[in-house]
């Protein structure tokens, strides 16, 4: 693959080179930590089928070489085929990232003529009924199963990804086992990050620190076995290292989301920072927005920091951890990420990763109008 050639532009911020495109929010699933902001965008507020196409060509144009195709479920778009089409076109490499349900032969032959060049399917337990209890929805394991057979069998590059909680951190090993058998390059174990509908189910949630240390142990005696077969990734759990991670590679630094409305934003999870007025591509360009805009400008380089990370010497390699983090945990998206042991804020997470684990909430499924009646419950049940 070749993208459009592109020179650096004298000055400014480097070149992104990663576009997550998040297609719709509708989903035939209802995991409970989903990422995903509460107030779900309508599906008559996203972008049209040309306005995708558009997105695309000036990512391309801005030096992307790679997107996400996601969502919610992108293949609930009738026009992903489409849209597929105008990535290709723009010499950008296509993974989408799916749960598997709606796909058949049909469509994954029209999708990978289009120019698909891989894709990633979620799991949310090696176990059909645990996965579909944690999932909401009766038949999904099944899907999936029949999905992973279709991609392997259509010859595209195959990832599992599984965001892995109190409820299946116990099952990693089932769910290596798994991806085995469905002939996947890649396993991603995700530890969930506490965004959305994440945040809003952490109760029910969080592991505990014995679990978490099981489950590395696992993935540490896989990994060796595995080696030169199947790539084996472990996205760390931050409430519980003391470590920040460098969230999406730095704010404004190599990738940009596009929210299903054309809400253009540095994260996927940045609409929840309530001043920070996100540019949306039907009003200014992508480069524009990349180059000039306020809110991709807020939190890019280090020159904002506060606390601890001004004079960190990992400033430049975490960059202060997480924005929404901090945000959510403090009420300042300027402060350091309580996840780092350096923050004053740091007892947020630790009295919450080191607390008892008494029996868990049930979850609340993540279903499109239940945000304000979930916040509701949760505040009565606190
Ligand atoms: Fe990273 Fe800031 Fe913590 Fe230093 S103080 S390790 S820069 S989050
Ligand atoms: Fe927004 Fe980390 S999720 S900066």
């Keep these: 693959m070749t993208g459009p050639a592109v020179s650096a532009p004298p000055t400014g911020p480097a070149r992104p080179w990663a576009l997550l495109a998040e297609l719709t929010h509708a989903c035939p699933l209802h995991c409970p930590y989903c990422s995903n902001p509460l107030e779900l965008a309508r599906r008559s507020a996203e ?80 176990e059909p009924r645990a996965n579909d209890r944690i999932a909401g929805r009766p038949s999904s394991f099944a899907e999936k199963e029949r999905a992973a057979r279709l991609v392997r069998a259509a010859g595209l590059p195959l990832g599992l990804n599984v965001v892995l909680h109190r409820d299946n951190l116990d099952a990693v090993d089932a769910l290596v086992e798994l991806g085995e058998a469905w002939g996947v390059d890649r396993i991603e174990l995700a530890n969930t990050q506490f965004y959305g509908w994440g945040l809003l189910n952490r109760d029910a949630l969080l592991p505990s620190r014995e679990q978490l240390d099981r489950a590395r142990r696992t993935v540490e005696r896989r990994r060796r076995q595995l080696a030169g077969r199947v790539d084996l990734v472990w ?37 929840s920072l309530p001043d920070l007025c996100p540019p949306n591509v039907r009003d200014r360009s992508l480069a524009w927005i990349w180059e000039h805009s306020p809110a991709f400008g807020r939190y890019r380089g280090t020159e904002w920091m506060t606390g601890p990370c001004r004079e960190c010497p990992r400033r430049e390699e975490d960059f202060g951890g997480c924005r929404c983090q901090a945000f959510a945990l403090t009420g300042d998206a300027a402060r350091t990420d309580p996840a780092c042991a350096l923050s004053p804020d740091h007892h947020l997470v630790r009295d919450l990763a080191d607390g008892g684990r008494p029996e868990p909430p049930p979850y609340l499924h993540r279903r499109p109008g239940a945000a304000p009646a979930a916040v509701h419950a949760l505040a009565a049940a606190r």
């Design 235 to 271: 996205v760390v759990p931050d409430y519980f290292d003391g470590v920040a991670k460098p969230c999406m590679g730095g704010w404004g630094a190599v990738s940009l989301t596009v929210a299903p409305d054309g809400t253009v934003l540095p994260c996927p999870a940045a609409a």
């Design 47 to 126: 972008l049209s089928t040309g306005q995708w196409a558009d997105v695309l060509r000036q990512a391309g144009e801005l030096g992307v070489v790679h997107t996400h195709l996601s969502g919610g479920e992108p293949l609930l778009r009738a026009d992903l085929e489409e849209i597929v089409a105008a990535a290709e076109s723009a010499g950008i490499y296509t993974q989408l990232v799916t749960s598997g349900t709606g796909l058949d032969e049909e469509r994954l032959a029209a999708l990978t003529a289009a120019g698909l060049r891989s894709v990633q399917l979620s799991v949310q337990h090696a």
